[in-house]
């Protein structure tokens, strides 16, 4: 295939290739995002102005609770100004908690990053949304979704070149709703975006389909075609909701649910009782290709959706 034989975009290779986004979404039940302008390095949350010590603290205490933490800004061109400069109050913090059922967005301002270190990231990852607010009361319930788009090129070129027009566009049409962000995962499938609260991942994303997503949200909808995953089920159970999804042309958010995966096929249930189960394989990526930007081809396994078949509810 063209290209392939030379160095180039890891994003383009994945295009050419014809890679399957389905499972390629970061697996978390809650988000806790923060602001802080300036340049970002491949690890954002302990290479930037962010207190390192810090961020490490956090980000290690997050993982264990199963919840993402990232760094976002504000598309665009900023002020490069030390973390001690920063206005008091004026970092913007977001935290979410993705599953169906249990689905929270709370936003709003702190005065020093210090402040996060008051919530409970279990509680958070529960969608236990009075534990946060009294932790942290300047937080509150926040209305309709955010978007955040990736554009960490320290961590892959291809987030820089692809993702800021997308967040660029997105927050001309969405003011206030789409923030830029570090590494979202998978970033050979750049441009990528995660929406929040619902925590569902895009990859290959164009400004048109972009705003489709964003649009989609607002409805309690997902833009099937661009979908990487939902982040509360395990990566074979997002290969195996988007298998029905596109099998029975279903983007309403919160109407399936992952139920249950043996090594051979993954259960998924629709609120209205219905029920499939979905033969999720995991097979070598042929030919090899580079995870990101400036790495070499390597023999990665992907997951494919096989087939979907319609079973009784009373046999999951």
């Known amino acids: 295939m063209s290209g392939l034989n030379r160095p180039g975009l890891c994003s383009t290779w994945c295009r050419e290739l014809e890679e399957p986004i389905a499972g390629t979404a970061v697996v978390a039940t809650g988000w806790l995002v923060v602001e802080q302008p300036g340049p970002w390095g491949a690890k954002a949350p302990t290479q930037s102005h962010f207190d390192p010590v810090l961020g490490a603290r956090i980000d290690n205490d997050a993982k264990k609770a199963d919840v993402r933490f990232g760094l976002i800004r504000t598309p665009g061109r900023h002020a490069d100004l030390p973390a001690e400069d920063l206005p008091a109050g004026s970092r913007q913090v977001f935290a979410a908690c993705t599953v169906p059922g249990r689905t929270i967005l709370l936003g709003g301002r702190i005065g020093a990053p210090e402040e996060l270190l008051a919530i409970d990231l279990e509680a958070l ?163 090899p290709r580079p995870e990101s930007c400036g790495k070499e081809p390597f023999n990665m396994s992907i997951l494919r959706a096989g087939r979907v078949e319609l079973v009784a509810e009373k046999d999951l």
């Open 125 to 287: 990852a529960r969608g236990d949304a009075a534990a946060i607010t009294a932790a942290v009361p300047s937080l509150a319930p926040v209305e309709g979704p955010i978007v955040l788009v990736c554009t960490n090129g320290k961590r892959d070129e291809c987030c820089a070149i692809l993702g800021r027009p997308i967040a660029q566009a997105l927050a001309a049409a969405a003011p206030g709703r789409v923030w830029e962000s570090n590494h979202l995962g998978g970033h050979r499938f750049a441009p990528t975006a995660t929406i929040l609260p619902e925590g569902s991942s895009h990859g290959q994303l164009t400004v048109e389909s972009a705003l489709e997503m964003y649009a989609a949200a607002t409805r309690g909808e997902t833009v099937i075609e661009s979908l990487r995953g939902r982040g509360c089920w395990s990566k074979r159970g997002q290969t195996a909701e988007i298998a029905v999804r596109r099998a029975i042309g279903e983007a309403r958010l919160d109407v399936l649910t992952v139920v249950d995966a043996d090594p051979e096929s993954v259960a998924v249930r629709h609120q209205d009782g219905r029920a499939w189960t979905v033969a999720v394989s995991t097979e070598p990526a042929d030919p």
